[in-house]
């Protein structure tokens, strides 16, 4: 509906800009790219703005609250697009790192039957003896939750939910603690 055929030259002529955004996260634990997604924006009829027209970004970034919000106004000049799409980016690395970070810990041994969610804001597994759920934002761990699936001698549930609390860089040294306790 974009384009209209220029019965003089025979040409498509194009009655409304668009932009393509490409965002592709490197994951550094496999040195690959992520599969990337995809933002398309649309110049409104009427005026100089842009509109959000079709994007593969996942429903928990909620996109075009994102966008509506990128700079207190309309979206109008190529900053402004930008520093949506720089938004919507660091979103998408941040769960990315999270996730990466829990896999590393897998794969060393100190957790097992990880299981992360789409955006990486809540993981689970077990280690040593303890049924373990985290809730992450950003790079901390903000809430802990945790079953003993046998006695681990002095310390108690409350002490352990407050010990996983923090960086999430920290977390190899918990557990490594733990296991050592």
């Known amino acids: 509906?974009?384009?209209?055929k220029n019965m003089e030259t025979n040409h498509l002529d194009i009655t409304r800009e668009m932009i393509g955004i490409r965002l592709e996260i490197f994951n550094e634990k496999t040195s690959k790219y992520e599969p990337p997604n995809y933002i398309l924006l649309k110049k409104k009829v009427k005026s100089d703005?842009?509109?959000?027209f079709k994007?593969?970004?996942?429903?928990?970034l909620d996109v075009q609250s994102r966008f509506d919000?990128?700079?207190?106004?309309?979206?109008?000049?190529?900053?402004?697009?930008?520093l949506f799409?720089?938004?919507?980016?660091?979103?998408?690395?941040?769960?990315?790192k999270r996730t990466q970070?829990?896999?590393e810990l897998e794969e060393e041994e100190l957790i097992g039957d990880l299981k992360v969610d789409l955006e990486a804001a809540v993981a689970s597994f077990v280690t040593n003896g303890l049924e373990v759920r985290l809730?992450?934002?950003?790079?901390?761990?903000?809430?802990?939750?945790v079953k003993k699936l046998e006695n681990l001698g002095t310390l108690s549930i409350a002490q352990l939910e407050v010990m996983?609390?923090?960086?999430?860089?920290?977390?190899k040294y918990k557990l490594t603690h733990l296991n050592n306790h």
């Open 101 to 103: 970070k829990l896999q």
């Open 164 to 171: 996983f609390l923090g960086p999430l860089q920290d977390l």
């Open 49 to 52: 703005s842009w509109a959000l």
């Open 55 to 60: 994007h593969t970004i996942p429903v928990y």
């Open 85 to 96: 799409a720089k938004s919507v980016y660091v979103q998408l690395a941040l769960g990315s």
């Open 69 to 82: 919000s990128s700079n207190g106004g309309p979206v109008i000049s190529y900053k402004d697009i930008y």
């Open 135 to 145: 809730f992450l934002k950003e790079d901390q761990i903000i809430s802990c939750f």
């Open 1 to 4: 509906s974009d384009l209209q």
